[in-house]
């Protein structure tokens, strides 16, 4: 039997697989350096897709200087992202916006999507000008047992509104994941399943569950890479044989027992404990967090896996030689590293809230010249100061994705 952290599963990486996500890698838009603010409505300041797919992000490109910034507004619609982009949005001198707006805008129905549109085409205009890249991802689906051969509702106008979004990225040339069409029949059919999988939340804001479904379904939209890396080991041989992604040493084989030093590159998906049942309803693991572990000839039978003297999982000899999933750890070091990730990142949200809490408000002009200069001054004080608290968790969280070395122990289970 296999502990709850490590789904057995075939890690058959073939020369087509790898082509494969050497396109994506090309194609995933963001590089070192880059400030991402996330512009949308209530459901992306929930902070929970959001800091999915900014914990996924920071966790795969460790070396990389990355930046998030929630800007979502409850109620949002276009206009209001428009009117509220300058002190926001693009104060934060972001290098991609992510666009995630929509539900609000459909409460019009069909006859609201072409304003839709051209509102989108300002907003583009306006991140564009000054000098960031839009990232468009469709609204997600009203959860509401709708399935593509029988849309209803609210989910009409948002059908429509994503197949144009798309069109008009693809002629802009712009980056853009249908999360909308990814996770519509996804959602639907699981609400009309028996054993159906709790998304918690409401139809409109999903909880931990479902919105894990919607990062997964905005970053495999994008194209992000899947693999975090890939050993394989020989003990017929007693040597390595495939070390993708990742530093193999300190080997040492027998008929039945396996020791080594691993090292990746990077980390799997951070997954939040209450959002982990969403992994129920989407391949997470070999989509985006792949992770594999692969020993051949050792004697039959049933052995542990441990790492750093951690009991994680058990697996079949044979089990062990098709491969097993290392990339949603549930307990273990790398679990707990993760899991600091992800607090920190609540910690950063939090600092952000309070920075764009002093943003929003104006300074009166009616108070004259001089008390006006001394109130913006003030303002401008506190902006920096709570800035440079963001920007200290930024750094706690850049040190906190940095890959370790761990001890790999396959012994025989008791």
């Known amino acids: 039997m296999t502990r709850a952290w490590i789904k057995l599963t075939a890690v058959l990486i073939v020369w087509v697989g790898l082509v494969s996500l050497a396109g994506a890698q090309q194609s995933f838009p963001l590089k070192d350096g880059d400030t991402v603010v996330m512009l949308g409505d209530s459901i992306t300041a929930q902070h929970l897709h959001s800091n999915y797919i900014e914990a996924y992000c920071l966790a795969r490109f460790p070396q990389w200087q990355l930046r998030f910034r929630n800007a979502g507004v409850g109620g949002d619609t276009v206009p209001r992202g428009l009117a509220r982009l300058d002190y926001d949005v693009l104060a934060w001198k972001p290098a991609i916006v992510t666009i995630e707006l929509g539900m609000n805008d459909a409460g019009g129905g069909l006859n609201s999507v072409d304003p839709y549109l051209d509102q989108m085409k300002t907003l583009i205009g306006r991140i564009k000008a000054a000098g960031a890249l839009p990232v468009f991802l469709t609204a997600s689906p009203v959860n509401d047992g709708t399935t593509s051969d029988k849309l209803a509702g609210r989910n009409i106008t948002l059908d429509k509104m994503a197949t144009e979004i798309v069109k008009l990225a693809q002629g802009e040339k712009l980056p853009a994941a249908d999360q909308f069409h990814m996770v519509l029949d996804l959602w639907g059919q699981n609400m009309a399943s028996p054993g159906k999988v709790n998304l918690q939340g409401d139809g409109v804001h999903p909880g931990p569950p479902g919105q894990l479904t919607m ?200």
């Open 215 to 414: 990062a997964w379904a905005c970053l495999k939209g994008l194209g992000a890479p899947a693999l975090v890396s890939n050993a394989v080991v020989s003990v017929t041989d007693g040597k390595v044989t495939g070390a993708e992604a990742c530093q193999v040493t300190d080997l040492k084989c027998a008929p039945d027992a396996v020791s080594l030093t691993r090292l990746d590159n990077c980390l799997p998906f951070p997954i939040p404990d209450n959002a982990r049942d969403g992994l129920k309803l989407v391949p997470l693991a070999k989509d985006l967090s792949h992770c594999g572990l692969t020993v051949t000839g050792l004697k039959p039978g049933k052995y542990e896996i441990k790492l750093d003297g951690v009991a994680v999982a058990t697996a079949t000899a044979d089990e062990l030689a098709v491969g097993i999933e290392m990339g949603t750890p549930e307990t273990g070091p790398i679990y707990d590293q993760l899991q600091r990730v992800t607090n920190l990142i609540g910690e950063k949200a939090r600092l952000v809230g309070g920075w764009r809490d002093t943003a929003k408000y104006p300074v009166a002009p009616w108070l004259g010249p001089d008390l006006t200069a001394k109130v913006q001054e003030r303002k401008q004080g506190e902006l920096d100061s709570r800035r440079q608290a963001v920007e200290a968790v930024d750094g706690q969280i850049h040190e906190a994705v940095q890959p370790k070395p761990h001890v790999i122990s396959i012994t025989p289970a008791a």
